[in-house]
């Protein structure tokens, strides 16, 4: 685990306001990992009620938000529908989430995480300040960046409730 | 309520890294207010389970944070016993937060949250681009732009944790 930057500042590799947002998402992910940092199967397919989405499935969601912000800003493109039919479950969590997006360790999370983010990285560090402020062609509504502090802050609000969570695992689940 | 800006880029009033940053601040208080709007007393103070912090508990929570930021950054100097004496409850959340930070309607945490927020704003537009990287001299591994990064990411964290406390509060709490 690295120990998180806490000074936001332009980033060696990427334009200057690109880098500032690279390390908001960088200290955001670190966080992220520490929540779950340790969590066995059990406890990452845990349902606290039967309402609640487990560690597991929030983790998924995280990494199917980045791919779709993926194929929105650096591919300008919707998602496509073999896209939708393969992440709806993890965008949308819910019913279909809690019977699915299960069964994996954590190890499987993290590099799913790992691989999305490499790519989140290359794709921004091959763009600059200028395409980070541009609308995105397909939600014309949003610009880059605001598409990509989204990504963390949905972070941070799942993380909130990973945090939360942990603390009222059941014991020796 | 103001519809959320879903932009990031200059605004007007700021220097342009400090109106990039206010953008998101302001993105994730808005994202704060929808998440406790029309939230009665009860359902304000109501305790999920014993470990739990109340809704308008971490409301207070969101105000100290921001109020201990302002000290640090704007008046660069950590708190005062008297302050921390008067805002450690909020901060630190926990048995004596469930015990004292109750009893209060919606108002008077819409009140204080705009108060402390124009007062940061304030702040951030009598400053610039440079002092927003300075060290924050109280806490010279952080700086500005981490501090103030980090009141909203610490602000989205909760919102997460009240979405997910507001939709299984009691019925005709």
Redesign the interface.
């Known amino acids: 685990m690295t120990t998180p930057r ?4 332009p980033l060696s590799g990427y334009t200057p ?1 690109i880098g ?1 947002l690279v ?2 998402m960088s ?2 992910r670190d ?1 992220t990992l520490r929540a779950v940092d340790g969590l066995t199967m059990p406890e990452l397919d845990h349902l606290h ?1 039967p ?1 609640s989405n487990s560690i597991g499935a929030l983790l998924s969601h995280l990494v199917a938000v980045e791919r779709a912000y993926q194929v929105m800003t650096f591919e300008e493109r919707p998602l496509s529908p073999q896209e939708n039919d393969l992440w709806s479950t993890a965008l949308k969590l819910g019913a279909t989430g809690r019977r699915m997006l299960r069964g994996r360790p954590l190890e499987h999370y993290l590099e799913e995480l790992t691989a999305v983010r490499e790519r989140t990285l290359n794709g921004l560090a091959a763009r600059d300040d200028a395409w980070l ?1 541009r ?1 995105v062609s397909p939600a014309p ?3 880059a ?2 598409a990509w ?2 990504v963390a ?1 949905d972070e ?6 990973i ?2 969570l942990r ?2 695992l059941p014991t020796g689940s």
Chains 1, 2 share one sequence.
């Open positions: 806490i000074r936001i500042e306001t500032r390390g908001m200290y955001a966080m009620d309402a402020e609308a509504k949003i610009n960046h605001w502090f989204h802050e941070i609000n799942h993380r909130g409730q945090r939360w603390t009222r």
